[in-house]
């Protein structure tokens, strides 16, 4: 399985939560998209501290920048989410093997997420997340799909991608583009027990405060150096 993480200016976090898996799976083929704005170079002084600890580096220029707005919570996300997503897959997509695509915030203290997916076949694995009540472009869904972390085997999901780039909820989004989609064609899809909407069940934390996170892998004995 590749462990594949987008990182658009949250690098110090990233570094982190790769860390947390190199520390329970240290063979592990993991792999990171570095979106920049207008030149790779915003990354030099960091992607080097990412190949020392075995991480593949790709770099790809942003797409999407809304400057002051936020898509944190906001119809903007699907923007942003699936502009990550559909990078990676256009990198793996003749691959016939898992891979599971993380964003920054992503990481991990026991492995029981990992785990799981390791030993599970899919095309197509998903968690919860609850879906927002006004969609833009969509109908209102009852199952929400988590944006922040998605597995997939992408030789057989070719023909739904790329998802496509809109003003739209991501839960919603991912939901109609590909959860329903795998659904209606029989495909094998399964659900991450481990990402309950906030609830990650003792594997990491729903978070984006680096604090937080340093706090929970001294916890849980997780060994990291910071950028």
Known sequence: MIIFYKNYKRTD???????SVKHMFPDIDVRCLFLYDTDSSEYDLDIEKFKSIGVTCYLDK?????????AAGSSLNGYYFTEGIN?????????DTKVLILDEDSY?????????LLSNQFDLG????????????????????????LAINPKNLSKYF?????????????????????????LSVIKIPTRLYDDYCGD????????????????????????
């Open 13 to 19: 976090r990233t570094f982190i939560s790769i860390q």
């Open 62 to 70: 942003k797409t999407y920048n809304f400057k002051k707005l936020s």
């Open 87 to 95: 990078k990676i897959y256009n990198i793996v997509k003749n691959y």
């Open 108 to 116: 991990f203290t026991n492995g029981d997420t990992i785990k799981f």
């Open 126 to 149: 998903w968690a919860y997340w609850k879906c927002p009540p006004n969609p833009v472009r969509y109908p209102k869904r009852d199952i929400g799909i988590n944006g922040s972390i």
């Open 162 to 186: 790329p998802i496509p780039e809109v003003q739209e909820y991501i839960e919603h989004l991912l939901g109609f583009e590909l959860y329903d989609k795998c659904i209606n064609d029989g």
């Open 204 to 227: 990491g934390t729903h978070t984006n405060d680096i604090e937080e996170m340093k706090l929970e892998l001294v916890k849980n004995k997780i060994n990291f150096k910071e950028l």
